[in-house]
């Protein structure tokens, strides 16, 4: 006999564990499969120890600029082998916390790899998966899940090149670096987006020399330009070497060393040898070996097809987070779960609203993002007025010695609502959080400026930015 469910979620990373908790909450019989760590990616080789890694390196940065503080230290010794252990403790913690409130909300997790095998049936090899990355599961028994719902939610994992294939030892993935033994003498990243950018700040501030080529013409091209801009000149004040607008032509992996032949729009290409490669060009959708196509799933683009609901083409699945399009982020896939379980239990106002997602790295310094770049609200034809208010005219960012950055607000100057804003800076992760609570109520300029702001706050560049896009700051 089958296990008999209202849902069954195939996945237990922040898209998965989060459905199936919401799901839990309303009432419904739930199983979550899940065949490695409950957590998923984020929790446990992602989000979580990669923030706990560029904390370490906050401190390891800093380390040198003690005495101007007034505290004197002796001398410092980096360790990126013990940070990374801090960092698998913390994660150790995410996943135990998640086990407990699948306890509390009666879940069953089902350990093993799921795949669907019928209409409202999902199969399942137990027997938890042995680990990550290049470990095979352990052997199991299969067994048989009904559901009246099956929420799609595998993530993603990291893409590699054709010229240059990971192996874990020269060539690492996101998921060999976030646990390296030690820093290597000499790096290069292959890819300057968040990934990218974080691990080059972490390597950095223990000591590596760190090469970053990025194939399009600026870091975090995702980014408005002056964000990129503005963390490029601070990575390159570290002493990192950035390479814009180059293309990794071809690679030699040695036993000590790989060399890399990168095309910098110059005669000859450049020469990069380096200790370690870390390939950071993006992740890939998990929909192998699930049962898409004899279920009637369709994909698009690599991703597992969804319309405003969450729902795929087949009846009564539903597909979140990674493995269902960009943006590839943890809260999104989190919102996603919701929106998907809500509308299982029949709110037809659930969804997600796309145009308001925060976008952060956590390198130093920290960006943070929601809604248009200003070049996104010229091309889409508003008239805008841009405010822009420097952290250095800040004097809470001057009394912590974190003045590099700015808050940009772009203004659509017929009604003032806030068509986005860009954040560089001291904790630009935590203040982006104000705007997108101003975005999602609609909020204007005036109004983001009238709000009272405390003193001395970061979050007065806030309120000074709105100021600037129209017309009058008070401190610049």
Not at 207 to 232: C, F, N, Q, Y
């Amino acid at each position: 006999m089958a296990d008999k469910y209202d849902v069954v979620v195939i996945g237990g990373g922040p898209g998965g564990y989060v459905a199936a908790i919401k799901a839990a909450q309303l009432g419904m019989k739930v199983a979550c499969v899940e065949a490695q760590k409950l957590g998923g990616v984020c929790n446990n080789w992602g989000c979580i120890p990669t923030k706990a890694m560029l904390e370490s390196a906050k401190y390891a940065r800093k380390s040198g600029e003690l005495e101007k503080y007034g505290v004197g230290v002796g001398d410092v010794k980096l360790d990126l082998g013990r940070a990374a252990e801090r960092a698998a403790e913390v994660a150790d913690q995410g996943r135990k916390g998640t086990e407990y409130l699948f306890k509390k909300n009666e879940i069953d997790h089902i350990r093993g790899w799921g795949r669907i095998a019928g209409k409202g049936k999902v199969e399942v090899v137990t027997g938890r998966n042995a680990g990550h990355g290049d470990e095979e599961p352990e052997e199991g028994e299969e067994k048989t899940l009904e559901a009246k719902n099956i929420i799609i939610a595998t993530g993603s994992r990291p893409k590699s090149l054709p010229m240059l294939e990971i192996d874990g030892d020269r060539v690492w993935s996101s998921d060999h670096a976030v646990y390296a033994d030690s820093a290597p003498k000499s790096i290069a990243i292959i890819g300057a987006g968040a990934i990218g950018m974080e691990f080059a700040d972490v390597f950095s501030s223990f000591g590596s020399e760190v090469t970053i080529i990025e194939a399009l013409e600026r870091v975090l091209p995702m980014e408005d330009e002056e964000s990129s801009k503005a963390v490029a000149r601070a990575y390159k004040k570290r002493k990192m070497k950035l390479m814009e607008g180059a293309k990794l032509e071809d690679a030699e992996v040695l036993k000590t060393k790989v060399k890399l032949h990168v095309d910098t729009g110059k005669d000859e290409p450049e020469l990069v040898d380096v200790e370690r490669v870390l390939v950071a060009v993006g992740r890939a959708a998990i929909t192998d070996d699930l049962g898409l196509e004899d279920a009637g799933v369709e994909l698009e683009n690599g991703f597992i097809k969804i319309d405003e609901k969450m729902r795929t083409t087949a009846d009564g699945i539903y597909a979140i987070g990674d493995c269902a399009g960009p943006p590839l982020l943890a809260h999104k896939a989190s919102h996603e779960g919701i929106a998907a379980v809500e509308h299982i239990a029949g709110d037809e106002h659930a969804g997600v609203d796309y145009d308001n997602i925060p976008g952060v790295t956590y390198c130093h310094p920290e960006v943070a993002s929601c809604g248009m770049t200003e070049q996104e609200a010229r091309d889409a034809g508003h008239d805008i007025e841009v405010g822009k208010f420097p952290f250095s005219a800040n004097g809470r960012a001057r009394t912590a010695g974190e003045t590099d950055g700015h808050v940009k607000i772009i203004r659509d100057t017929k009604y003032g609502e806030v068509l986005g804003a860009h954040i560089v800076g001291p904790h630009a992760s935590e203040l982006i959080g104000e705007l997108i609570v101003g975005r999602h109520l609609e909020t204007t300029a005036e109004e983001m400026d009238r709000a009272m702001h405390p003193h001395p706050t970061l979050s007065e560049a806030i309120a000074e930015a709105a100021l600037a896009s129209l017309g009058h700051a008070l401190h610049i």
